[in-house]
């Protein structure tokens, strides 16, 4: 009896031994399947003719076992676009913390006056490069409105109702050129190529209303630009045209000019307005005088400055906060906000190095991303990717996608990139395939001749694959390019 039990045993262990093998060999081939259809969708859209001129990198890693399941020519180094602002996003993330705010000072230096209602002296606001500074766009942010008030409210609680002084704004803490030297100067005076400054204001966007003309070849001249006091700055070279013009209007110019230029044509010959977004010209000098002009109609009068023998004194008024890193990281990446991933890298200088200092920020950064695994040959130029001269590499970015899901700093950083299915330039192609909706979490990048895509594939609120995707100097037109991408997508979002 115990003989027979005992070879029962050994029968049975054998089942179980060999169901267990049978079952990991078949988890292995479908393993193995499923990376030659991975591999297969991207050799099928790699050797598309349409792309036959194209340079193409992308890469597909497998999250969990950290894993490539399918690639071509991952380790080519292209220009990414906005795909690099998951560089510059993540490393702030895990370094300052999801729940770091910048605060901007507002003080008093000077002395009140005895008997009345004067202080002799100025109002300091110290900058700190928020990037949401009196945003109109940033979820949560104080808008200039609420922050006059509190700071009029401030002054009458201290009683001051005069101020025989001005104000000054503090824009050192950076010390840089605002616009990056190694951007292209037609970008520079558009609301993307904004500079970044010690103090930003309104995401240093202003909105230039220009009026079309009822005959042809006039000057379509400007007649709104807000916030107002900017309409000096701004001129139109803008030409009314019988036919529709298939280039859009531009804005040159940078902070090193007194003037923007608006330059194109538009079809009249109507009664219409045209509104465009282009940089502020001066940031820290508009919200002085944005400042100066609200406080006064806010009842706070302002007098010739005044000299004082006495001791001067410092007086902390108001500490204005940006909502937390977070919120901020979810605009950049939502919306790809150029401003806000300039904002970050000097932010991640001053946290690294205690510096500034563009050159070493950006030194800073290429250091920290090849401590966590990724190759040497990466050329970060800026923060937000509308440098031609930054490059990097599909496999780069895929890595440091794989990085990012597992460092606890930054828990659930798929939740920062559009839902491809919903947001973005995709988003109206993967729609049409159901099966994949909120699978694909995606940040694009774009420029002339330039389409990139990194993020992740996702199973069940969880990163399954990072992906890769950038393709330099297509031929082909850009609705046809994005056909195709959305279509690559689909396919490996079904996998």
Request: glycine share 6%; aromatic share 10%; proline share 3%.
């Amino acid at each position: 009896m115990k003989k027979r039990n005992l070879h029962i045993c050994q029968v049975s262990n054998f089942v179980v031994i060999l169901f267990y093998s049978f079952c990991g060999n078949l988890l292995f081939s479908q393993k193995v399947a499923l990376n030659h259809k991975v591999q297969k969708i991207i050799n099928d859209f790699a050797k598309d003719t349409v792309l036959h001129s194209a340079s193409i990198s992308i890469a597909v890693i497998d999250v969990e076992h950290n894993k490539f399941i399918g690639q071509f020519d991952p380790n080519r180094s292209l220009i990414p676009a906005s795909s690099q602002k998951v560089l510059s996003t993540a490393a702030l993330l895990d370094k300052a913390g999801s729940d770091f705010k910048y605060k901007t000072n507002f003080y008093l230096q000077g002395m009140k006056s005895v008997g009345d209602s004067s202080f002799i002296g100025k109002i300091i606001v110290e900058g700190v490069a928020d990037p949401s500074f009196c945003s109109y766009a940033q979820e949560g942010a104080m808008g200039a409105q609420e922050l006059m008030l509190i700071l009029r409210d401030k002054l009458l609680q201290m009683g001051i109702r005069k101020i025989k002084g001005n104000v000054v704004v503090n824009s050192n803490y950076i010390k840089d050129i605002p616009e990056n030297p190694e951007w292209l100067w037609y970008d520079l005076g558009n609301y993307y190529g904004a500079g970044c400054f010690g103090l930003n204001v309104y995401e240093n966007v202003t909105w230039v209303s220009i009026k079309e003309e009822r005959k042809s070849g006039l000057i379509c001249d400007i007649v709104k630009v807000v916030p107002n006091i900017l309409y000096p700055y701004f001129c139109s070279e803008v030409v009314s045209s019988v036919t529709k013009s298939d280039e859009d209007i531009f804005v040159l110019g940078s902070s090193q000019d007194n003037n923007y230029t608006l330059h194109g044509s538009i079809q009249c010959c109507g009664s219409d307005t045209l509104t465009l977004k282009a940089a502020i010209p001066n940031p820290p000098l508009t919200f002085q005088r944005i400042l100066t002009m609200k406080l006064k109609e806010l009842g706070i009068e302002f007098l010739p400055i005044e000299k004082s023998n006495a001791a001067s004194t410092k007086y902390l008024l108001y500490t204005y906060e940006s909502v937390p890193l977070r919120q901020l990281a979810d605009r950049a990446l939502s919306k790809s906000v150029n401003l806000y991933c300039e904002s970050f890298v000097h932010t991640f200088g001053d946290k690294v190095n205690q510096s500034t200092d563009r050159k070493e920020a950006l030194q800073s950064l290429e250091r920290y991303w090849i401590d966590k695994g990724l190759d040497k040959s990466m050329v970060l130029e800026d923060g937000s990717g509308l440098s031609p001269k930054n490059l990097l590499s599909s496999a780069q970015l895929a890595k440091a996608l794989v990085s990012i899901s597992k460092n606890p700093a930054i828990p659930n950083f798929w939740e920062l990139l559009p839902e491809s299915t919903i947001e973005g330039s995709l988003a109206g192609i993967l729609a049409l395939n159901k099966s994949i909706k909120g699978k694909l979490r995606l940040k694009s990048g774009s420029m002339e001749r330039v389409r990139s895509y990194s993020g992740y594939v996702m199973e069940k609120d969880k990163p399954k694959y990072a992906i890769s995707l950038i393709i330099n100097h297509y031929d082909c037109s850009g609705s046809e390019i994005k056909n195709k991408i959305a279509k690559f997508f689909s396919k490996i979002a079904e996998q």
